[in-house]
């Protein structure tokens, strides 16, 4: 019962994750960097501390006496995922949201959830464990349904170009760089929870239960927040944007800078950008808690989270008509993918169950 509660928490997390930017479509008279360091103050800044306030006992006590050292490692690993987390905003400008899930999630579903067992030279000797090698598995099932998902996607972007129904920003090369950079970093993310289990092992004791994951948030979130702040600044100091938030975007030169506060505009991208955070920290939320119960195989959860935002995303990309207008062999591409996705997860669990028994 643990096990099935843990693969419907990360389902719940995974589900977030899918939605979480469709939000920024809707913004206007916003930069990028206007949002996205909206958002990322919301998802990486507010809510891991209002989260650990609110759900970790004794949280002073507890940051007293935990480790130093794990707290530095999740500081540090959570900046470079926060690099990764600006490349993957930046890349779906260019390819799109599912070619970006595809390649950024796929390389970041095997790396972050090998990178730990790597780390502590437990590799061979877990997945050669009971059940190991369904999870070798199902991973590896999960990687070639994520590359499926990624070739449909490519296929759909040259359908589109032939019916002219391309976003003229659209940059494969461009994309495609900032995807497998986003990838790289972004399996960080899950390596700086592992880092931070130490301090997570200190708010247990003090009863936090499997509400315990939500310490880490502090420092590997805030990490991501430094670095992602970094760039938002020098965007906003480089484009002068800063007024956006304040509603007032720059006109013509030798013009006035005048209020763009239309129809609650202003307000409406303020409140995308807080629900594009919220649904962002949703994610890990759950994965906490999740992760959690997950048994002696906890290093799947990596891997069965981003398996799950994949084929969500997927979906939801065929309810919201994302694939209309493509050829059969795209749609082909793309059902082959997410069967192969669906038994990915299957397999994962299975090996999961047997590691218990």
Same mark, same amino acid.
């Given at each position: 019962m643990n096990l099935l509660a843990g693969i419907t928490l990360h389902f719940i997390g995974a589900f977030a994750a899918s939605v979480c930017y469709t939000p920024q479509k809707k913004t206007r008279h916003w930069s990028w960097q206007t949002y996205w360091l909206m958002q990322a103050t919301v998802c990486w800044l507010v809510l891991p501390v209002l %989260? /650990? %306030? =609110?759900?970790? !006992?004794? =949280? !002073?006590? %507890? =940051? /007293?006496? /935990? !480790?130093?050292?794990?707290?530095?490692s999740s500081f540090l690993l959570g900046a470079l995922y926060g690099i990764g987390g600006t490349a993957f905003g930046l890349a779906i400008r260019y390819v799109g949201f599912s070619l970006t899930y595809a390649i950024s999630v796929g390389i970041s579903c095997v790396a972050g959830t090998l990178l730990p067992l790597l780390y502590e030279g437990k590799l061979t000797s877990v997945l050669g464990g009971k059940g190991g090698n369904v999870i070798a598995l199902g991973i590896v099932a999960g990687a070639l349904g994520i590359t499926l998902c990624g070739m449909a996607g490519r296929l759909k972007e040259k359908d589109y170009q032939e019916q002219n129904l391309h976003d003229k920003s659209y940059s494969f090369s461009i994309g495609i760089t900032l995807c497998i950079l986003s990838g790289i970093l972004s399996a960080l993310y899950g390596f700086s929870l592992f880092q931070g289990q130490p301090i997570a092992d200190v708010a247990a004791k003090h009863g936090a239960g499997n509400l315990q994951g939500n310490v880490i948030?502090? @420092?590997?979130?805030?990490? /991501? @927040? =430094?670095t992602t702040a970094i760039y938002c600044i020098f965007l906003h100091n480089r484009y002068k944007t800063w007024r956006e938030y304040k509603g007032i975007t720059k006109q013509p030169e030798n013009t006035p800078f005048i209020p763009d506060e239309k129809k609650g505009t202003l307000s409406r991208n303020y409140l995308l950008a807080f629900l594009t955070g919220t649904l962002w920290y949703t994610q890990f939320f759950f994965y906490g808690i999740g992760h959690n119960n997950m048994g002696v195989y906890k290093f799947t959860s990596w891997a069965i989270h981003m398996i799950m935002l994949v084929l969500i995303s997927a979906v939801l990309g065929i309810i919201m008509k994302e694939w209309t207008g493509t050829r059969r062999k795209t749609i082909r591409v793309l059902t082959g993918a997410l069967i192969i996705l669906i038994a990915a997860v299957l397999t994962i669990t299975w090996g999961n169950h047997l590691g218990e028994n």
């Amino acid at each position: 019962m643990n096990l099935l509660a843990g693969i419907t928490l990360h389902f719940i997390g995974a589900f977030a994750a899918s939605v979480c930017y469709t939000p920024q479509k809707k913004t206007r008279h916003w930069s990028w960097q206007t949002y996205w360091l909206m958002q990322a103050t919301v998802c990486w800044l507010v809510l891991p501390v209002l %989260v /650990a %306030v =609110l759900t970790i !006992p004794d =949280l !002073p006590q %507890v =940051l /007293a006496e /935990a !480790p130093g050292s794990a707290m530095r490692s999740s500081f540090l690993l959570g900046a470079l995922y926060g690099i990764g987390g600006t490349a993957f905003g930046l890349a779906i400008r260019y390819v799109g949201f599912s070619l970006t899930y595809a390649i950024s999630v796929g390389i970041s579903c095997v790396a972050g959830t090998l990178l730990p067992l790597l780390y502590e030279g437990k590799l061979t000797s877990v997945l050669g464990g009971k059940g190991g090698n369904v999870i070798a598995l199902g991973i590896v099932a999960g990687a070639l349904g994520i590359t499926l998902c990624g070739m449909a996607g490519r296929l759909k972007e040259k359908d589109y170009q032939e019916q002219n129904l391309h976003d003229k920003s659209y940059s494969f090369s461009i994309g495609i760089t900032l995807c497998i950079l986003s990838g790289i970093l972004s399996a960080l993310y899950g390596f700086s929870l592992f880092q931070g289990q130490p301090i997570a092992d200190v708010a247990a004791k003090h009863g936090a239960g499997n509400l315990q994951g939500n310490v880490i948030y502090i @420092f590997s979130n805030s990490g /991501a @927040f =430094l670095t992602t702040a970094i760039y938002c600044i020098f965007l906003h100091n480089r484009y002068k944007t800063w007024r956006e938030y304040k509603g007032i975007t720059k006109q013509p030169e030798n013009t006035p800078f005048i209020p763009d506060e239309k129809k609650g505009t202003l307000s409406r991208n303020y409140l995308l950008a807080f629900l594009t955070g919220t649904l962002w920290y949703t994610q890990f939320f759950f994965y906490g808690i999740g992760h959690n119960n997950m048994g002696v195989y906890k290093f799947t959860s990596w891997a069965i989270h981003m398996i799950m935002l994949v084929l969500i995303s997927a979906v939801l990309g065929i309810i919201m008509k994302e694939w209309t207008g493509t050829r059969r062999k795209t749609i082909r591409v793309l059902t082959g993918a997410l069967i192969i996705l669906i038994a990915a997860v299957l397999t994962i669990t299975w090996g999961n169950h047997l590691g218990e028994n």
